[in-house]
């Protein structure tokens, strides 16, 4: 089979109907930004397909604009899953579906143009005209909750916001203002076999490849930090010592903002004043994440309002979001190619080999994977580094027809790592294989 066909029988295993779930087994609900990519691969074999991708997040749209991380299956069997969360305890909730209480980073307006541009003119003003209200509301939403102080820069509140969920620089703030009492109890009594029999990814994926137990522990003790607050911003955000803008997130938002402004154009619609006044505002918020000693973007601590200077991934994704200039784009394409750091032989490892945390195998601690390549691919291109788009993605698929199709990969060795059969990894194959 090749790697095309690879790609498609994936998606269709994993396709439940209405959405996609990630991988068989390890993660059977739908999830935020897996959904977005999915759409796209799904754009290149069957539109209708790819737009119901799309309504299903929707469905799972909150009262108050926010699209949830994770929206639960609903049989009965996943009953203890939809209860670590009980989304129901907030109002702004949707009351037919349970779903997670956090967000994930804002790639809908992504998904959504990729599919227009496969459809004809009015099929895709009509498209473009259906999901505008929930895509308006969801920016809507990261604007009034999200940047209390209209700053321009959304801020997340949980690890998984991000999606790159034991990222160095986050597991370190958990560490420095979030460390309960318990876990140091639990490490002290070596009670971790106890932690290991309950965490079921351990039956898909070997521990070292996996989140460490005392980082699981602190992302599962935020969340039920969040839970005991029913998601209301206003009691989060008070006294909280956890917040961060993260650089990557914000990068994405930045990018996601201008494809919602040209959905709009194009479906002649008006985006309200005041949204444009923020994507506008962003743009130059991003900058403030700018450090002049590294050289690079860095995500930044809301309360105290320092820059987290951890090298990572996350860096060098305002080349995604398309609105820096060429001088610090430079910069950054000089970073993500030094062969000390990322441009490993199959990159971009999402820590740098030359950091201390850098852990080729573990999770979002150094392995490649393919979502941030594919963002970073496309924002090359588009900033004119055509060059480097193109190694970047010729690498990428080579890794991809060695391989096969995996979670995430080894940077140095290119081993399959996590869970096989991953969707966003076939959807975005797909796609790069296509251009
Ligand atoms: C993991 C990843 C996250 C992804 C989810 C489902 O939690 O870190 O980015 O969305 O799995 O694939």
């Known amino acids: 089979m090749d790697l095309s066909e690879q790609c ?42 790819a737009k119901q991708e799309i309504f299903s997040l929707i469905h799972g749209q909150w009262h108050n604009g926010m ?68 895509l308006i509301k969801h920016h809507q939403w990261l604007y009034n909750e999200r940047d209390p102080h209209k700053e321009g820069l959304a801020l997340q509140i949980h690890p998984h916001e991000t999606g790159m969920d034991n990222t ?49 522990m602190m992302c599962w003790d935020i969340q039920h930090r969040l839970r005991r607050k029913h998601y209301d911003i206003e009691k989060i955000l008070h006294r909280s010592l956890f917040l961060i803008e993260d650089v990557h ?27 444009l006044e923020n994507f506008e505002r962003s743009k130059v918020a991003l900058e403030s994440l700018w450090d002049e000693n590294f050289n690079t973007y860095f995500s930044r601590d809301f309360v105290s309002h320092h820059l987290l200077r951890e090298p990572t991934i996350a860096c060098l994704m305002p080349l995604y979001a398309g609105t820096i200039s060429q001088e610090r784009a430079d910069k950054l394409v000089k970073i993500m190619t030094n ?16 950091m201390r945390s850098f852990n080729p195998n573990r999770y979002w601690q150094g392995p490649t994977w393919i979502n941030m390549n594919w963002m970073l691919i496309d924002g090359l291109a ?31 060795t290119g081993e399959g790592l996590g869970s096989k059969d991953f969707s966003w990894t076939a959807a975005l194959a797909l796609d790069l294989l296509e251009v």
């Open 249 to 275: 997130f914000n990068s994405i938002f930045v990018r996601n903002n201008t494809l919602l402004t040209e959905i709009a154009a194009d479906a002649r619609i008006t985006l309200p004043e005041d949204l």
């Open 339 to 354: 062969d000390k750091s990322f441009w490993l032989k199959f990159p971009v490892p999402t820590v740098p080999r030359n």
């Open 67 to 134: 699209i949830p991380h994770m929206i639960f299956d609903m049989s009965p069997k996943y009953a203890r899953s939809r209860n670590m969360w009980r989304s129901w305890l907030s109002n702004n909730s949707p009351s037919d579906i349970a779903t997670s209480g956090i967000t994930q980073p804002p790639l809908l307006a992504e998904a959504v143009s990729r599919i227009g541009t496969q459809m004809k003119k009015t099929d895709r003003q009509n498209f473009y005209k259906k999901v505008l209200p929930a």
């Open 168 to 216: 160095p620089p986050w597991m370190n703030q958990l560490h420095e203002h979030s460390l309960p009492w318990w876990i140091n109890i639990i490490e002290r009594l070596h009670l971790n076999k106890i932690i290991n029999a309950v965490r079921k990814d351990r039956h898909y994926v070997p521990a070292n490849q996996r989140i460490q137990n005392t980082e699981a």
């Open 382 to 412: 588009r900033m004119g580094y055509e060059t480097e788009s193109e190694a970047l993605r010729s690498n990428t698929i080579e890794l991809l027809r060695e391989q096969g199709i995996w979670e995430y990969y080894n940077p140095q």
């Open 8 to 49: 498609i029988k994936t998606l269709q295993t994993n396709d439940h109907g209405t959405h996609t779930v990630p991988a068989p087994g390890l993660y059977p609900h739908q999830w935020l930004w897996d959904s977005c990519f999915c759409a796209i691969g799904w754009s290149q074999i069957d539109i209708d397909r």
